[in-house]
């Protein structure tokens, strides 16, 4: 098992910034790939960023160059997020994941809301 513990939602006004850390506890295997996911109400959970344990980076088109995800440790995460825009408000959710053994774990979620 493993558990993912999130911080640093919140409310921001647009242009503004804001980090979310996410913490893996528990099994953690070295090869594996964490990230961020965002929901916004009425619409379907959306890859924001992710990350390898080797430190290949993916982001969504929508994030380039305002976010940058990093990696602290082989279990910890942080998503830097500039220059936030009000689409970004979303439930931000953090994934772990790795491919052997076939794991896909979920944090709680963290509020993110961009608004004047």
């Known amino acids: 098992q493993v558990q993912l513990v999130e911080s640093g939602g919140g409310l921001v006004r647009p242009g503004g910034s804001l980090r979310l850390s996410c913490a893996a506890s528990g099994s953690i295997f070295s090869f594996n790939t964490m990230g961020w996911y965002r929901q916004a109400p009425g619409k379907q959970r959306e890859l924001v960023a992710s990350i390898t344990s080797g430190g290949i980076a993916n982001y969504a088109d929508s994030v380039k160059g305002r976010f940058t995800i990093s990696r602290v440790s082989t279990g910890t995460v942080h998503l830097q997020m500039d220059n936030l825009k009000p689409e970004d408000t979303a439930v931000y959710f953090c994934?772990?994941?790795?491919?052997?053994?076939?794991?896909?774990?979920w944090g709680q979620g963290t509020q993110v809301t961009v608004s004047s």
């Open positions: 994934n772990y994941r790795t491919v052997s053994p076939t794991t896909n774990y």
